[in-house]
């Protein structure tokens, strides 16, 4: 039995953007499984926070649950080709030039990286609300059915990413430190559609990233006393 050890966001390759993802991992899954491997380990893929980036450290998640929205392949979400807006932000030469420059990149831009995928995934959801939520087709039901199933836990991260979102922003706006009562009043009275708008956005991309890895996933701790040592190991089937 053999198989290698990788950094899944150190794969490189011309089409993902500027971060290794899951359809890097599915191309390198299914190489590996033509020449006999048996299993890829990865690093850990939890949930880290997408407002800020730079908190990229693996072993550091805010949820040990649930994944990093940063290894979504967009291009490989079915929205894609069908948004038209997506289509034009991303083909436009101001979003290409800033691809091309992360892809030539030679660390991470972790907050670049974020900045092009979160301008589009919330451009492929709407598509998705209009084509399957609202239609009520099958695609459409079970994202309602990984919501049921994700239940309180689900709620919980897409509640926290989307204020963790949202007071960074008013931190930025304000200056880190200097938020005095009376803004800190303000920023509490703000309309509730924001933040419900945000945790829908962020459900949403939950959801259609879940479903694009389909291989198992087999988790192994590397001591009982600790959660935050252990692999993450994919299982080849030929």
Known sequence: MWGPSIQLYTLRTPHNWGIGDFGDLKQLVSELASRGADFVGLN???????????????????????????????????????????????????????LQTVRDAHWVDYSEVAALKMAVLPLLFEEFKQRELLQQTRRGRAFLDFIELG??????????????????????????????????????????????????????????????????????KRSPKSEAWHLVYIEISQ
Request: proline share 5%.
């Open 151 to 220: 239940g309180e836990s689900l709620k919980q991260q897409a509640t926290f990413d989307a204020l963790h979102q949202h007071l960074r922003a008013t931190d930025e706006a304000l200056g880190v430190g200097r938020c005095s009562r009376k803004n800190t009043v303000a920023m509490r009275m703000q309309p509730r559609k924001r933040l419900l708008n945000s945790t829908t956005m962020l459900f949403s991309c939950i959801c259609i990233y879940s479903g694009l890895l389909k291989s198992k996933l087999k988790k192994h």
């Open 44 to 98: 850990p893929i939890h949930a880290l926070f997408p407002a800020n980036p730079e908190a990229a450290s693996p072993y550091s998640p805010s949820s040990r649950r649930w994944l990093n929205l940063l290894y979504i392949d967009v291009s490989a979400v079915r929205e894609f080709s069908l948004s038209a807006k997506a289509q034009q932000l991303v083909g436009s030469a101001a979003f290409q030039r800033r």
